[in-house]
Structure formats: structure tokens, C-alpha cells
């Protein structure tokens, strides 16, 4: 049963401090994409790359968020510094072209 | 204190009755729809998914309608079971790109969600 697997699943960390996440997408899915879900803001893209080539990152702090794609079995995302209006659900989902979107478990994290 | 955040609408049913979640989309440009349901703790989970030329499409309990005339898309479950509680929410593209001369549905924006729960 291929699933999207992301860690760490918590992450408690003080402001200031960097925060990676990481994401394995399904084994040959080309395309992946990082979500963040708040109570305020609901689920939103941030970022999305196919084929390891980021396509489209307008939902993402650029100045303290970055996203990359060492190689099509990992994605990761990072945060720093990190603040306390960045503690939210972070969502890893990876899919085909023309397909849907399988979503991970996400990482909550707790900037405090 | 006062609690902020999205409120969202929720949706009570009795075991066995029939639930019907509605969508209002706002983009209608649009032309597929994907419907997800989100349980505590867990990432969300493809239920079914529509294309714009299509007005209904069925699945294994479920059913979704479009309506691209008033921009609507609901989802019927039949026979809730207290297995379908959870948040359920509808996604639409809304921005396509091009790959290798194919058009890509990847990029979705979603619903704020509507509650279900489902009483025994």
C-alpha cells in the first residue's frame, strides 16, 4: 500500500530556531506538493514541483521559507527563523500529471 | 475567551440516513473538482473527483453533482455509517499549467470544509 510519508510527525521548537521537514511522495510520482493547514487560514498551497523543478511557490514566505527536491525520493521544506505564526499542520501530497493528490499524515509544528 | 478561526458548517445525521455536503466554488473557469475527507489527526483522502463536462459521476456510496451554471458541487453519501465522520472538503483547479503538451489538473485550491458527524 504506497503512501506519502512525511517527518518528523511533531515538532516543538522556540522562535528563532530552523525547522526541516521532510517528505518521501509515492515511489514514482513526478509530482509533489507542500500544504499548510491553520484554523484561520484553512489548507493552502505553498509550493508544488514536478519532476524536482519547482513550478510554482507564490504561496510560500519567501523570506523564510524554502522548498526544494534533492531527488524525486525526497522533498523537503524549511523554515527559517522560525516564528510562532508559522505553527500549523504541514502537509506533503504528491501525485501524477493529469491524477489526484495523495496527501501524508503532515507535521505539526509548535513554534513557540 | 472567544475562540477565531474559521467556522465551519457542520452537518449532523443518524446512522443509515443519507448526507449531502454542498460546495460553493468561485471560479468558473474551473473544470475539475476533487471532493477530500479529512479525519482528526490524519492528512486528507481522495473520496472522488469530476470534470467540468460531466453533471454527476458515482462512486462506492458516493455520488457527485456539478452544477457549473450556479458554480455548485455537492457530495451524497448513502447509508452514513459513523466511519464517515470527519471534515470533508471540496477542492477545484483553478490554475492549470502545461507539461510535455499536457494539460495538468495539479495545482487545486480547496474549501474551507463542512463538519460531518455521524450518530450511531
Known amino acids: 500500500d504506497a503512501r506519502v510519508t512525511q517527518t518528523p510527525r511533531h515538532k516543538v521548537t522556540e522562535m528563532g530556531q530552523e525547522v526541516t521537514m521532510r517528505c518521501q511522495p509515492i515511489?514514482?510520482?513526478?509530482?509533489v506538493f507542500w500544504y499548510r493547514q491553520t484554523m484561520m487560514q484553512g489548507l493552502e498551497l505553498l509550493a508544488y514541483?514536478?519532476?524536482?523543478?519547482?513550478?510554482?511557490d507564490s504561496g510560500m514566505p519567501k523570506d523564510r521559507f524554502s522548498a526544494e527536491m534533492p531527488d524525486a525520493t525526497l522533498a523537503t521544506l524549511k523554515i527559517q527563523p522560525s516564528e510562532p505564526r508559522d505553527s500549523a499542520v504541514y502537509f506533503c501530497?504528491?501525485?501524477?500529471?493529469?491524477?489526484?493528490?495523495?496527501f501524508g499524515p503532515g507535521t505539526r509544528l509548535l513554534v513557540l | 475567551g472567544e475562540s477565531v478561526g474559521l467556522h465551519l458548517p457542520t452537518l449532523s445525521v443518524q446512522e443509515g440516513d443519507n448526507s449531502i455536503i454542498n460546495c460553493a466554488y468561485s471560479?468558473?473557469?474551473?473544470?475539475?473538482f476533487i471532493w477530500y475527507k479529512q479525519e482528526s489527526g490524519k492528512g486528507p483522502q481522495f473520496i472522488i473527483d469530476?470534470?467540468?463536462?460531466?453533471d454527476k459521476r458515482q462512486g462506492q456510496r458516493v455520488t457527485v453533482l456539478l452544477n457549473k451554471t450556479v458554480k455548485h458541487l455537492s457530495l451524497q453519501i448513502a447509508a452514513t455509517q459513523p466511519g464517515d465522520s470527519a471534515v470533508y472538503f471540496c477542492?477545484?483547479?483553478?490554475?492549470?499549467?502545461?507539461?510535455?503538451?499536457?494539460?495538468?489538473?495539479?495545482?487545486?485550491?480547496f474549501g474551507q470544509g463542512t463538519i460531518l458527524t455521524v450518530h450511531p
Open positions: 501530497a504528491s501525485g501524477l500529471v493529469q491524477e489526484t493528490q495523495y
Open positions: 515511489l514514482g510520482h513526478n509530482t
Open positions: 514541483f514536478r519532476n524536482r523543478a519547482p513550478l510554482d
Open positions: 471560479n468558473s473557469a474551473s473544470d475539475y
Open positions: 469530476i470534470r467540468s463536462n460531466m
Open positions: 477542492a477545484e483547479n483553478k490554475g492549470m499549467d502545461v507539461f510535455w503538451g499536457r494539460v495538468s489538473y495539479g495545482k487545486l485550491t
